[in-house]
């Protein structure tokens, strides 16, 4: 049974689902075959696909996801439109088109939303032993193009659920890096509201701050360390559907250092890696995302070139979802 959905202020000012990735409501839990077997009707589906007429273009630019994704062709899709597309096609609230919810139910924003699972879980596990040690020690959370910063906070709640123990008494710190503002201003609304007292972190007191950050420009990557003292913290460093995928080489190996640089031996770094395959290749076809495919054999030298080597990985459709550690 769903319990009570979370709700926070969005910028058009109303209200907006707080994804709880430990909430039926937003839990996924596809077999392997299902997933198998879903990624082969994409692929098939996606070879059938004609030129989109222009009556489907004016129904996607009057919705609130088809605007997002026309905006996205041949760049990068917002983080508040990435957002969405994980809320599901229940919970996306009233101002939802039917063609809203045809895309919320589609395969790649179905495993959008397991993407997000993946990424809170392999944080929350990563974070869990070192929290269980050292029970005093700040905990900062910093989100790489990280939007909204969902997969933090859910890391949170997954950690409140199996280990309750672990955050409470503890100075806890959220820090997104993204050039959008958009993002992180509901983010700030979302952990407000998760940290009411009845609601998932209730209790806690949790600090959000967002800095603008591009990539290419790893000076301000450095500043945001200092200022976080992640040095001093416990450390778990996120970029989903960020910098891994969209990245160059040298960007992603430059980020890398500096974090490996910036951080205590125990921090954490999760991410999702587009992989290349028979999806992949379907879903540039038609969105024309500019993601980097790579291999993992591929990932993992640009890891270790950064100074980090991968502990766990999740392999699916689209990505393969990572956890590395310092090397």
């Given at each position: 049974?769903?319990?009570?959905?979370?709700?926070?202020?969005?910028?058009?000012?109303?209200?907006?689902?707080?994804?709880?990735?430990?909430n039926?409501?937003?839990?996924?839990?596809?077999?392997?075959?299902?997933?198998?077997?879903?990624?082969?009707q994409?692929?098939?589906?996606?070879g059938r696909?004609?030129?989109?007429?222009?009556a489907?273009?004016?129904?996607l630019?009057?919705?609130?996801l088809g605007?997002?994704?026309m905006?996205?062709t041949?760049?990068?899709?917002?983080?508040?439109?990435?957002?969405?597309?994980?809320?599901?096609?229940?919970?996306?609230?009233?101002?939802?088109?039917?063609?809203?919810?045809?895309?919320?139910?589609?395969f790649?924003a179905f495993?959008?939303?397991?993407?997000?699972?993946?990424m809170?879980?392999?944080l929350?596990?990563?974070?869990?032993?070192?929290?269980?040690?050292?029970?005093?020690?700040?905990?900062c959370?910093?989100?790489?193009?990280?939007?909204?910063?969902?997969?933090?906070w859910?890391?949170?709640?997954?950690?409140?659920?199996?280990?309750?123990?672990?955050?409470g008494?503890?100075?806890?710190?959220?820090?997104?890096l993204?050039?959008d503002?958009?993002?992180?201003?509901?983010?700030?609304?979302?952990?407000?509201?998760?940290?009411?007292?009845?609601?998932?972190l209730g209790?806690?007191?949790?600090?959000?701050?967002?800095?603008?950050?591009?990539?290419?420009?790893?000076?301000?990557l450095?500043?945001?360390?200092?200022?976080?003292?992640?040095?001093?913290?416990?450390?778990?460093i996120?970029?989903?559907?960020?910098?891994?995928e969209?990245?160059?080489?040298?960007?992603?190996?430059?980020?890398?250092?500096?974090?490996?640089?910036?951080?205590?031996?125990?921090a954490?770094?999760?991410?999702?890696?587009?992989?290349?395959?028979?999806?992949?290749?379907?879903s540039?076809?038609?969105?024309?995302?500019l993601?980097?495919?790579?291999?993992?054999?591929?990932?993992?030298r640009?890891?270790?070139?950064?100074?980090?080597?991968?502990?766990?990985?999740?392999?699916?459709?689209?990505?393969?979802?990572?956890?590395?550690?310092?090397?």
């Amino acid at each position: 049974m769903a319990r009570d959905i979370v709700y926070a202020k969005s910028e058009e000012g109303g209200d907006l689902a707080v994804i709880d990735v430990t909430n039926p409501a937003f839990t996924l839990a596809p077999s392997e075959a299902e997933l198998g077997s879903m990624a082969e009707q994409y692929i098939r589906e996606a070879g059938r696909r004609e030129e989109m007429p222009e009556a489907l273009r004016e129904a996607l630019r009057n919705s609130m996801l088809g605007r997002g994704l026309m905006s996205a062709t041949e760049t990068y899709l917002d983080g508040m439109s990435t957002y969405l597309l994980k809320l599901g096609p229940e919970n996306l609230g009233k101002g939802a088109t039917p063609i809203d919810q045809r895309i919320a139910a589609s395969f790649p924003a179905f495993t959008t939303r397991l993407r997000l699972q993946d990424m809170s879980r392999l944080l929350a596990e990563g974070l869990a032993g070192t929290m269980a040690v050292e029970r005093r020690r700040p905990l900062c959370l910093l989100s790489i193009a990280g939007g909204p910063a969902s997969d933090s906070w859910n890391a949170l709640i997954q950690l409140r659920v199996e280990h309750r123990g672990l955050l409470g008494g503890r100075k806890i710190a959220i820090a997104v890096l993204d050039r959008d503002e958009k993002g992180p201003a509901f983010g700030v609304r979302a952990v407000e509201a998760l940290c009411a007292p009845a609601a998932p972190l209730g209790g806690l007191r949790i600090g959000f701050t967002h800095f603008y950050y591009d990539w290419s420009d790893v000076s301000r990557l450095r500043e945001a360390l200092e200022t976080t003292q992640s040095g001093e913290a416990i450390c778990g460093i996120s970029s989903e559907g960020g910098l891994f995928e969209y990245g160059s080489d040298d960007e992603i190996v430059s980020n890398l250092r500096a974090l490996h640089g910036g951080t205590a031996g125990d921090a954490v770094v999760i991410g999702s890696v587009t992989r290349y395959g028979g999806p992949v290749r379907a879903s540039v076809a038609t969105n024309r995302f500019l993601t980097r495919p790579r291999t993992m054999e591929g990932f993992r030298r640009l890891a270790e070139a950064g100074g980090w080597k991968t502990q766990a990985a999740v392999e699916r459709p689209f990505s393969f979802n990572l956890r590395l550690v310092k090397v």
